[in-house]
Nanobody, 126 residues
Framework: QVQLVESGGGLVQPGGSLRLFCAAS???????MGWFRQTPGKERDFVAA????????LYADSVKGRFTISKDNAPNSGYLQMNNLKPEDTAVYYC????????????????????WGQGTQVTVSS
């Protein structure tokens, strides 16, 4: 069973930056990755996704130009650089991974992912 471990959340002032990190426990496989976020009482929303190769990316409109997703294939790790954070970015952020050998596959649908991290809280407040 593959486990995803996240870190990097915290409290930041509006306009600040945070970098989230997600590591897969098993580097035998190759993964596409995604980041999602959730606030109490709401569904899990798509934030960003990246293909196994790291070449193809997809962003939610609300974070375009502010967030950057990236990954290292050796080891299998993912990152979400978040700049110019806003109070509405406050949420629990989850990384997700899908085992795939298709270089260009990525998805914004949480149902497409096989593995999930435990979540990390991001709070944007002055």
């Amino acid at each position: 069973q593959v486990q995803l471990v996240e870190s990097g959340g915290g409290l930041v002032q509006p306009g600040g930056s945070l970098r989230l990190f997600c590591a897969a426990s098993d580097s035998t496989f190759s993964y596409a990755m995604g980041w999602f976020r959730q606030t109490p009482g709401k569904e899990r929303d798509f934030v960003a996704a990246i293909s196994r190769s790291g070449i193809s990316t997809l962003y939610a409109d609300s974070v375009k130009g502010r967030f950057t997703i990236s990954k290292d294939n050796a080891p299998n790790s993912g990152y979400l650089q978040m700049n110019n954070l806003k109070p509405e970015d406050t949420a629990v952020y989850y990384c997700a991974a899908k085992i795939t050998y298709a270089n260009s596959w990525f998805s914004g649908d949480p149902r497409d992912y096989d593995y999930w991290g435990q979540g990390t809280q991001v709070t944007v407040s002055s």
